[in-house]
C-alpha cells in the first residue's frame, strides 16, 4: 500500500477550478518535488492535503495510508501522521512555542494510544532537535512565531516537524525568502529526517532547495495539472530552459 | 436622568437606613449623606439620553422597588471556597453586613490597619472623615450618590508611610439567595500613606442560588507620593445581579497605581474607573478583562483625569463575547491644562465569537494642554481563520485550539497583574470560566468568517 494515493483530484476555491486532476503517489522513503510557476496550484494542493476547510474538493480521491483523507479534520490529519509545512507560518501572540509544541506532541500520542509525555521527559528531546536546527533556545520562552524573521519562522516549521516525526512531510515552499545559510540549515533539519519510513514532498518555485534535498522525483505542476514527471535530473532541466518548456500555455497565463 | 421611580420606596429605605446607620451622631457624615440623598432624587437615575449611560441601560434597575439585603449568618465552612490563600487579611461580607467570624485579621502586618468602614467610624471617626466622600462624585454620578446615600459598611484599609505589604488584602463580598430583590452599597476606603505599598482584591460573588440583587459599590483609595498601590476588582455574581461599581483614585506625586478589572459574571454591570493623577509624575495603569455569555451586559466606563504634568496612564481593555452579550468599553481621557507632557494610551481589543454578540467601544479625548501625547485604538474581531487552522495542522483539537487562542487573548491582561496571589486567583477563575463559555465549540457560519475591523488614531 503506498503511503499517499491522489487520483483525479480537482479543487475549486470560490467557484475557480485550481486543480484539474492531478494523480500523484507517494511510498513511504520516497522524496518527490513538486515545481511549478506562481499559480500553477501547488500551494493549493500542499493546504488541502492539510485538510484547509477552504477548498472544495468536486472529484477525485486521496488515500492516506489507504484512508481516506478527505473525511479527516486537519487534526486528524495530523494525528495520523501528516505534516505541513507553512509557506507563511502564523504568528499566535499569548501561545508560547515550547508549550504548543508539547500541547500538539501529547495530542498526536494520545490519539496513537501513546502516553503522554510530561516537560521532563520532552524537554531533553526538544533540546536535541533546537541544536539540530541551530535554533535559539530563548526563542522557545517566546510566543508562537510572534517576532520572529522570516528565516526562524521557517525553521521552527521544521523543529516541529523533527518533533513530531510525522509520515508524510509537506514542505510548502520552505525555501522562499530563506539566505543561503538558513537554506543550508533548514535543508540540513530536513535531510536528518529522511528515513525508510517517511516520505517528503517538497513544494517549490525554484530548484535551488533541491541541491540540498535531493529529491527521488520530480513533478512539474502547470495550470493545476502535472504535466511532467522525472527523476532529479528533470529539475536542472527546469532550471535551464525554464517552465514555457513543459507547458502547453504561456507562462503566467492564470492567476 | 429621570424622575425616581418607586421614590416613596427609596424614601422609606433612606429613613431607614439613617436610623441604624453608623456614625449617625456625626454630623459631617449626616449631612455627606443627606446631600448625597437630595442629588439622587434630583437626578434619578441615569438613562441612555445620557452621554455617559448611552449605551447602557439601567431602567431594568430604575423601575425595581429592592430592600436592604437581609442579616445572614453564614458559617465558614460555606465560604471556605471563597478563599484567597496566602492574603495578607480577608475581609468578608455577607448582604452588605462585615461578617467578623468568617474574616480573618490576626496576620495584619504592621503599620497596616484593616477593619470594616462601619467600625472605623465608630472608633475613629476623625480618620475617616480625612476622606471620605472627599473624592467619589456624587454630582456627576446618581449610582455614587446613591451609594453615598447608604453609606453603610465596606472596607476600611491603611497604610502607614513608607509600609509595604506584600500580600495583597482580600475582600469577599457575598450576597445570598432572597425572596425579594434586595441591595447592597458597600463602601470603602483605602488609603496608603507616602511611600506605602499595597494590593487590594474586590471580589464579589454569589452564595445559595439566584435572587435579583443589586449590589452599587464605591472605592475611594487614596495613593500618597511614591505610594505603589494595586485595586483588583473580580465580578463573578450570578446572571441576575446588577452590579455597579465606581473606583475612585486620587494619586499624589509619583505614584504608582494599577487597577485591574475582571468581570465574569453579573447580569447588568457596570464598571467605573476614575482615576485622577493629581500629582507630578504619576503612572497609572487601567487594565480589565470582560467575559461576556448569554444576554450578559458588560460596560466598562473610563474617566482617566491627568490634572498634573508629567504623569503616564495606560489602559489595556480586551473583551470576548459570545451569545447575545453586549459589551462596552468607553474610554475618556481628560488632560487638564496644567497638565503638560501627559503620555496617555488606551486600547481596547475585543472579540465577537457569535453574531449576536455586540460591542460599544468609544474613546473619549479632551485636551486642554498643548504638550501632550494621547493614543487611543480599538479593534473588534472573531478567532482568527488562520490561527485556528495552524494548530489543528499540528494535531491540536479544535475545541482545544480555540480554548487555547482564547486564553492567550485574556492572558495579554491577566500577565499584566503584578501581584503573584491575585493573578493566580484570578487566573484559574478565567480559565474555569473559559471552560464553559460556549464560543469554544465550533460554530458553523461564524468559523470561516474573518471580520476584522481596526480603529487606530493619534490625537
Given at each position: 500500500m503506498s503511503l499517499l494515493e491522489i487520483r483525479n483530484l480537482h479543487v475549486s476555491v470560490g467557484g475557480n477550478e485550481i486543480l484539474k486532476g492531478i494523480d500523484l503517489t507517494v511510498n513511504a522513503g520516497e522524496v518527490h518535488s513538486i515545481m511549478g510557476p506562481n499559480g500553477s496550484g501547488k500551494s493549493t494542493l500542499a493546504q488541502v492535503l492539510a485538510r484547509r476547510d477552504a477548498y472544495q474538493v468536486t472529484e477525485g480521491s486521496i488515500l492516506f495510508e489507504g484512508k481516506n483523507l478527505l473525511e479527516m479534520k486537519p487534526e486528524e490529519a495530523a494525528c495520523e501522521g501528516l505534516f505541513l509545512a507553512f509557506q507563511y507560518p502564523v504568528e499566535i501572540p499569548g501561545i508560547g512555542n515550547t508549550y504548543f509544541l508539547r500541547s500538539a506532541l501529547n495530542a498526536q500520542r494520545k490519539h496513537r494510544g501513546q502516553d503522554e509525555m510530561d516537560a521532563m521527559d520532552f524537554l531533553p528531546m526538544f533540546r536535541e532537535k533546537l541544536k539540530l536546527l541551530e535554533m535559539d533556545d530563548k526563542l522557545m520562552n517566546r510566543s508562537l512565531n510572534e517576532g520572529f524573521s522570516g528565516g526562524e519562522k521557517k525553521r521552527n516549521e521544521i523543529l516541529q516537524m523533527a518533533v513530531l516525526e510525522p509520515k508524510l512531510a509537506i514542505l510548502d515552499e520552505t525555501d522562499s525568502g530563506l539566505d543561503i545559510d538558513a537554506l543550508r540549515i533548514v535543508a540540513q533539519g530536513v535531510n536528518s529526517l529522511r528515513s525508510p519510513e517517511r516520505a517528503m514532498v517538497v513544494v517549490t518555485h525554484y530548484q535551488r532547495l533541491l541541491n540540498y534535498i535531493v529529491p527521488d522525483f520530480v513533478h512539474v505542476l502547470v495550470d493545476g495539472r502535472i504535466v511532467r514527471s522525472g527523476g532529479k535530473e528533470l529539475a536542472l532541466e527546469l532550471e535551464e530552459k525554464g517552465y514555457s518548456w513543459t507547458e502547453h500555455e504561456p507562462v503566467g497565463a492564470r492567476a | 436622568m429621570a424622575a425616581v421611580a418607586h421614590i416613596d420606596s427609596w424614601l422609606e429605605n433612606f429613613t431607614e437606613a439613617e436610623k441604624s446607620a453608623a456614625g449617625r451622631s456625626l454630623p459631617w457624615l449626616h449631612r455627606l449623606r443627606e446631600d448625597a440623598f437630595a442629588r439622587f432624587c434630583e437626578t434619578g437615575f441615569p438613562t441612555t439620553k445620557d452621554e455617559d449611560w448611552r449605551f447602557t441601560n439601567v431602567s431594568a434597575i430604575a423601575r425595581t422597588a429592592f430592600r436592604p439585603a437581609s442579616a445572614v449568618r453564614l458559617a465558614p465552612g460555606d465560604t471556605a471556597a471563597w478563599r484567597v490563600d496566602d492574603a495578607a487579611a480577608t475581609l468578608v461580607f455577607v448582604n452588605g453586613r462585615f461578617s467578623a467570624e468568617l474574616s480573618e485579621l490576626d496576620f495584619v502586618p504592621k503599620g497596616v490597619t484593616v477593619?470594616?468602614?462601619?467600625?472605623?467610624?465608630?472608633?475613629?471617626?476623625?480618620?475617616?472623615?480625612?476622606?471620605?466622600?472627599?473624592?467619589?462624585?456624587?454630582?456627576?454620578?446618581?449610582?455614587?450618590?446613591?451609594?453615598?446615600?447608604?453609606?453603610?459598611?465596606?472596607?476600611?484599609?491603611?497604610?502607614?508611610?513608607?509600609?509595604?505589604?506584600?500580600?495583597?488584602?482580600?475582600?469577599?463580598?457575598?450576597?445570598?439567595?432572597?425572596?425579594?430583590?434586595?441591595?447592597?452599597?458597600?463602601?470603602?476606603?483605602?488609603?496608603?500613606?507616602?511611600?506605602?505599598?499595597?494590593?487590594?482584591?474586590?471580589?464579589?460573588?454569589?452564595?445559595?442560588?439566584?435572587?435579583?440583587?443589586?449590589?452599587?459599590?464605591?472605592?475611594?483609595?487614596?495613593?500618597?507620593?511614591?505610594?505603589?498601590?494595586?485595586?483588583?476588582?473580580?465580578?463573578?455574581?450570578?446572571?441576575?445581579?446588577?452590579?455597579?461599581?465606581?473606583?475612585?483614585?486620587?494619586?499624589?506625586?509619583?505614584?504608582?497605581?494599577?487597577?485591574?478589572?475582571?468581570?465574569?459574571?453579573?447580569?447588568?454591570?457596570?464598571?467605573?474607573?476614575?482615576?485622577?493623577?493629581?500629582?507630578?509624575?504619576?503612572?497609572?495603569?487601567?487594565?480589565?478583562?470582560?467575559?461576556?455569555?448569554?444576554?450578559?451586559?458588560?460596560?466598562?466606563?473610563?474617566?482617566?483625569?491627568?490634572?498634573?504634568?508629567?504623569?503616564?496612564?495606560?489602559?489595556?481593555?480586551?473583551?470576548?463575547?459570545?451569545?447575545?452579550?453586549?459589551?462596552?468599553?468607553?474610554?475618556?481621557?481628560?488632560?487638564?491644562?496644567?497638565?503638560?507632557?501627559?503620555?496617555?494610551?488606551?486600547?481596547?481589543?475585543?472579540?465577537?465569537?457569535?453574531?449576536?454578540?455586540?460591542?460599544?467601544?468609544?474613546?473619549?479625548?479632551?485636551?486642554?494642554?498643548?504638550?501632550?501625547?494621547?493614543?487611543?485604538?480599538?479593534?473588534?474581531?472573531?478567532?482568527?481563520?488562520?490561527?485556528?487552522?495552524?494548530?489543528?495542522?499540528?494535531?491540536?483539537?479544535?475545541?482545544?485550539?480555540?480554548?487555547?487562542?482564547?486564553?492567550?487573548?485574556?492572558?495579554?491582561?491577566?500577565?499584566?497583574?503584578?501581584?503573584?496571589?491575585?493573578?493566580?486567583?484570578?487566573?484559574?477563575?478565567?480559565?474555569?470560566?473559559?471552560?464553559?463559555?460556549?464560543?469554544?465549540?465550533?460554530?458553523?457560519?461564524?468559523?470561516?468568517?474573518?471580520?476584522?475591523?481596526?480603529?487606530?488614531?493619534?490625537?
Open positions: - | 477593619a470594616s468602614l462601619r467600625g472605623r467610624i465608630e472608633s475613629h471617626p476623625e480618620e475617616v472623615e480625612k476622606h471620605l466622600g472627599r473624592y467619589a462624585d456624587t454630582q456627576r454620578d446618581p449610582f455614587v450618590a446613591l451609594n453615598t446615600a447608604f453609606i453603610g459598611d465596606g472596607a476600611y484599609v491603611h497604610v502607614a508611610r513608607g509600609v509595604v505589604v506584600e500580600a495583597p488584602i482580600y475582600l469577599l463580598y457575598l450576597s445570598t439567595k432572597e425572596e425579594a430583590a434586595t441591595m447592597t452599597h458597600p463602601r470603602n476606603l483605602i488609603v496608603a500613606d507616602d511611600e506605602a505599598q499595597v494590593a487590594v482584591i474586590e471580589d464579589y460573588a454569589s452564595v445559595g442560588g439566584e435572587s435579583v440583587v443589586f449590589s452599587n459599590a464605591v472605592t475611594e483609595l487614596v495613593a500618597g507620593e511614591s505610594t505603589v498601590a494595586q485595586h483588583y476588582l473580580i465580578e463573578r455574581e450570578h446572571l441576575k445581579a446588577f452590579n455597579v461599581s465606581t473606583l475612585r483614585i486620587e494619586q499624589g506625586r509619583s505614584a504608582n497605581v494599577a487597577s485591574h478589572s475582571v468581570l465574569l459574571g453579573g447580569g447588568l454591570v457596570r464598571n467605573n474607573v476614575h482615576p485622577v493623577l493629581a500629582g507630578e509624575g504619576g503612572e497609572c495603569l487601567i487594565n480589565g478583562l470582560f467575559l461576556g455569555t448569554g444576554s450578559q451586559h458588560l460596560d466598562n466606563y473610563m474617566h482617566v483625569e491627568h490634572a498634573a504634568p508629567h504623569c503616564g496612564s495606560r489602559q489595556f481593555y480586551n473583551g470576548i463575547l459570545d451569545g447575545q452579550a453586549h459589551g462596552v468599553f468607553h474610554g475618556r481621557i481628560v488632560v487638564h491644562k496644567i497638565a503638560q507632557k501627559t503620555d496617555a494610551k488606551q486600547t481596547n481589543r475585543n472579540l465577537l465569537l457569535s453574531d449576536d454578540a455586540q460591542i460599544d467601544t468609544k474613546p473619549q479625548l479632551e485636551i486642554y494642554a498643548d504638550d501632550v501625547k494621547c493614543t487611543h485604538g480599538a479593534t473588534i474581531g472573531q478567532i482568527e481563520e488562520n490561527a485556528l487552522f495552524y494548530l489543528q495542522s499540528r494535531g491540536i483539537s479544535e475545541m482545544e485550539a480555540r480554548k487555547l487562542l482564547l486564553m492567550a487573548f485574556a492572558d495579554e491582561c491577566v500577565e499584566r497583574m503584578q501581584s503573584d496571589v491575585a493573578r493566580g486567583h484570578i487566573e484559574r477563575l478565567v480559565n474555569e470560566h473559559l471552560l464553559f463559555t460556549e464560543g469554544i465549540a465550533p460554530q458553523s457560519g461564524t468559523l470561516g468568517r474573518v471580520v476584522e475591523r481596526k480603529l487606530e488614531e493619534v490625537g
